[in-house]
T-cell receptor, first 111, second 120 residues
Framework: KQEVTQIPAALSVPEGENLVLNCSFTDSAIYNLQWFRQDPGKGLTSLLLIQSSQREQTSGRLNASLDKSSGRSTLYIAASQPGDSATYLC??????????FGAGTTVTVRA | NAGVTQTPKFQVLKTGQSMTLQCAQDMNHEYMSWYRQDPGMGLRLIHYSVGAGITDQGEVPNGYNVSRSTTEDFPLRLLSAAPSQTSVYFCASMARWNGLAGSPNRNEQFFGPGTRLTVL
């Protein structure tokens, strides 16, 4: 069974600082890894999907890396802004399309 | 495209009542699924479907039924609501990658806005 862990559970940084969010998974035979953003009381918004053959994906200020051998993915958010405050979830895709989610890291960016 | 839509947004039930949570998508996605989200836990898979007429159980299927009569709709039925089913429910859909240039990002899943359910 795939276990996905996100540490820390919460993070508070001043505006402008770079954010580093960690995700670890127990089964390296993942298909893809997907990062989501969730605002309070809202649904999940897909940020980045890293295919198993890739090592990283970038979108604007966001960069996600994937190291299957060590069971880790990292989401970097450059020059954080108060609008980046949200909960960030990572999910490992299994070959049968099912997702295994971490519990998330709640980020607060202080103005 | 409206994407993935869910109704209702909020619902309060009494123990023993039944109800159906609705989910629809207009992206012609083959794969649809239901998750529940509880505080301090990751989302957990309840049921999923790989196409019309095909459904299967996820991690936490007890107390829930699903059916998939069309590609667009994937309703989740609570048979006899219990307080342990108080949660936020999310529906998701995905287009399966067909290997062709320009096809959707491989197995990227899209989520609806959620239904917040309270069972008293």
């Amino acid at each position: 069974k795939q276990e996905v862990t996100q540490i820390p559970a919460a993070l508070s940084v001043p505006e402008g600082e770079n954010l580093v969010l960690n995700c670890s998974f127990t089964d390296s035979a993942i298909y893809n890894l997907q990062w989501f953003r969730q605002d309070p009381g809202k649904g999940l918004t897909s940020l980045l999907l890293i295919q198993s053959s890739q090592r990283e994906q970038t979108s604007g200020r966001l960069n996600a890396s994937l190291d299957k051998s060590s069971g880790r993915s990292t989401l970097y958010i450059a020059a954080s802004q108060p609008g980046d405050s949200a909960t960030y979830l990572c999910a490992a895709h299994r070959n049968d399309y099912k997702l295994s989610f971490g519990a998330g890291t709640t980020v607060t960016v202080r103005a | 495209n409206a994407g993935v839509t869910q109704t209702p947004k909020f619902q309060v039930l009494k123990t023993g009542q039944s109800m159906t949570l609705q989910c629809a998508q207009d992206m012609n996605h083959e794969y649809m699924s239901w998750y529940r989200q509880d505080p301090g836990m990751g989302l957990r898979l309840i049921h999923y479907s790989v196409g019309a007429g095909i459904t299967d159980q996820g991690e936490v299927p007890n107390g829930y039924n699903v059916s998939r009569s069309t590609t667009e709709d994937f309703p989740l039925r609570l048979l006899s609501a219990a307080p342990s089913q108080t949660s936020v429910y999310f529906c998701a859909s995905m287009a399966r990658w067909n290997g062709l240039a320009g096809s959707p990002n491989r197995n990227e899943q899209f989520f609806g806005p959620g239904t917040r359910l309270t069972v008293l």
